[in-house]
């Protein structure tokens, strides 16, 4: 595969003399560093591909990812991995199909760290390229050791024992305990005579739940979402201790973008890689009051008001610093959209027309298409040519695609192991490879694949719905077959129809699952 690379991609010392004129060894190696380009990956929470006026909704206007779009490659075809939040991301970061390892479901807020320390993420393949790192928002792979967090200590493992320089996160997700950002292993502004304790298991403390004080709550459940109150809000998980450090609801987007801001600021002379992820669009939805009640369509909409405030605001911080030209920015979802997700918020009732899956089926927690089919958007001014990318492309192959275009190895081949360089494709290019296939996992990690314009899911005697969301997983006890290209919908299974391509789409799925794909031509 051939592709047109910016001068750094060469061999060093013909960039060197091409980029750096006559300069010293140190100058010289800090002037082919510059050159690399930025990466801010943002990756929003439970987004659909319905959700943005760039993709066609018209219910509401997203102008500052519409005009990311814009400048970039958009991409119709491109996929999470998972169709949950933790599996997403643990596949982003560490190359790996994370149906590979047990603990990946979806984590509790006091869970391990669940990527390997000794596993080389896509940030330490950046720490190794001479970048800074930065985790920054919604964490939600876990931190500590297995046991239990203790929030009162130093915090080990860490993001930083993983690859990133610096963090500051929210350790789960906004509807999960315990409700405190942690910066670089610390709860940040814990009082040390005010210590946390948390528990999945039992209710810890005196702080009133939902389920004891429902008079309570500023914000309904409508599944679960009954343990400690915060903020007027039930969340999953008990907590008590740490009321200096407790966030507000309200600022979380503006604090984590100011974090965001900050960090590019603080490191716009070297490379970096920021890693960002927003709380928004999750439940509990609570916009700032400068969103509240703009979209006409309740909070769900209110929250997608501000997370486009949020990418605008990392776009004009890049173009103050006059980075944006040699900044990849990717935008994109980890998981399908969800309209009810556990709390009486009136997003349904509140839609108003607007459709976050679009026509397609299911949504969060689904095999079907709705459930890992995400809005991607990759801006790159000095890489890329805008474009609408109509290429299958999944998340798991950043990792790999991203070192192709650092001229990165992937040694050994424990390295981001199903993660393939699409590169090309990633950079809004056309690689015509029909053969191409991607994996898709749904909440009860039944496994689908997709090549060309057929989709398989395989069978699985597992639960077919959520119960509270109503979402179809998209599994059955029979095997599926849809022409995605001319059902998207996926209405007809033609699985009967086609037993050859059965046969072939599971055959090919199973050598997936055996680890070879990189023995798959
Ligand atoms: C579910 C929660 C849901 C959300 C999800 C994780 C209930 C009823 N539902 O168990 O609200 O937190 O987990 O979402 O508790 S994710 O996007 O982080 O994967
Ligand atoms: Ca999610």
Known sequence: MKHILPLWTLPAGAALLAGCGNTTQKEATDCNLRQKPNIVYLIADDLGIGDLSCYGATQISTPNIDRLAGQGAQFTNAYATSSTSTPSRFGLLTGMYPWRQENTGIAPGNSELIIDTACVTLADMFHAEGYTTAAIGKWHLGLGPKGGTDFNTLIRPNTQDIGFDYEYIIPATVDRVPCVFVENGRVAGLDPNDPITVSYDHKVGHWPTGLENPELVTLKPSQGHNNTIINGIPRIGWMT???????????????????????????????????????????????????????????????????????????????????????????????GPVIDDGYQDQALELLNGHTPMKHYRGGKYSAYEAGTRIPFIVRWPLGIQPCKQQALFSMI?????????????????????????????LLGKDNNECNHYIVQQNLNN??????????????????????????????????????????????????????????????????VKAGKEREIK
């Open 446 to 511: 039944t496994l689908s694949i997709i090549q060309g314009t057929w989709k398989y899911i395989e069978p699985s005697d597992k639960p077919a719905i959520e119960y509270w969301t109503r979402m179809e997983l998209g599994n059955d006890t029979k095997p599926q077959l849809y022409n995605i290209s001319i059902d998207p919908s996926e209405t007809n299974n033609v699985a009967e129809a086609h037993p050859e391509t059965v046969r072939a789409l599971s055959a090919l799925l199973e050598q």
């Open 397 to 425: 192959d950043v990792y790999a695609s991203l070192a192709a275009l650092l001229n990165h190895p992937l040694t050994p081949d424990s390295v981001a192991p199903d993660s393939r360089d699409r590169l090309a494709t």
């Open 241 to 335: 201790g740490g009321k200096a450090a407790l966030w507000n609801d309200e600022e979380i987007a503006d604090v984590i973008t100011s974090k965001a801001k900050d960090f590019i600021i603080n490191h716009q002379d070297r490379p970096f890689f920021l890693y960002m992820g927003t709380q928004d669009v999750h439940v509990p939805r609570v916009p700032h009051p400068r969103f509240a009640g703009k979209s006409g369509m309740g909070t769900r909409g209110d929250v997608i008001l501000q997370l486009d405030w949020t990418v605008g605001e990392i776009m004009h911080t890049l173009d103050s610093l006059h980075l944006a030209d040699n900044t990849i920015f990717v935008f994109c979802s980890d998981n």
